[in-house]
């Protein structure tokens, strides 16, 4: 265990310098904390290109410690910058990865593919949430029209 958090605080990052604390969210942090989430994932895909996730037997423990790793990474780092959908997917994704840490010979083609398909699926998590930061506009406001306006004008709905 103690291996494991040598290894995790080589890939830790400091939330409490990059976050604000109190106060409204600095747009500046939250954009440092989404590119290191994106890096994160970056190094999760890194690790399901090699072959040994398209075939189970050849599954290292190595290799599952190091996706558990960018996993953890990727987590703390969408949980700093706000992004609940996928700190809620990396937590899900979790419970699997635990599982093949505590017995490799668990691992199959489906939970293979379920560590595979995740990377794509995070990426997408990620890009929906920064390109509606980015494109989002409040909805202009509606004056409700007056009592007198609307019985002046016809309803073409009406039949």
């Not at 996730?53 to 190595?62: D, V």
């Given at each position: 265990m103690r291996n494991m958090q040598i290894l995790n605080s080589k890939h830790r990052i400091d939330v409490t310098a990059a976050a604000c604390v109190g106060g409204e969210p600095d747009p500046g942090a939250s954009a440092d904390l989404v590119a290191a989430a994106v890096d994160a994932l970056n190094d999760m895909g890194n690790i399901v290109s090699q072959q040994c996730?398209?075939?189970?037997?050849?599954?290292?423990?190595?290799r599952?410690?190091?996706?558990a790793l960018a996993l953890m990474r990727l987590r703390e780092c969408a949980g700093a910058a706000g992004l609940e959908r996928l700190m809620k997917a990396c937590d899900a994704l979790a419970v699997t990865v635990s599982l093949l840490i505590?017995?490799?010979?668990?691992?199959?083609?489906?939970?293979?593919?379920?560590?595979?398909?995740?990377?794509?699926?995070?990426?997408?998590?990620?890009?929906?949430?920064?390109?509606?930061?980015?494109?989002y506009a409040p909805p202009p406001a509606i004056r409700p029209a007056s009592s007198r306006e609307s019985r002046s004008k016809p309803n073409i709905w009406r039949s």
């Open positions: 996730f398209a075939n189970p037997e050849a599954l290292t423990q190595g599952i410690m190091a996706y505590e017995d490799r010979s668990r691992a199959c083609s489906g939970k293979c593919a379920a560590l595979t398909r995740f990377v794509a699926h995070a990426r997408a998590m990620i890009q929906m949430s920064t390109d509606g930061a980015k494109h």
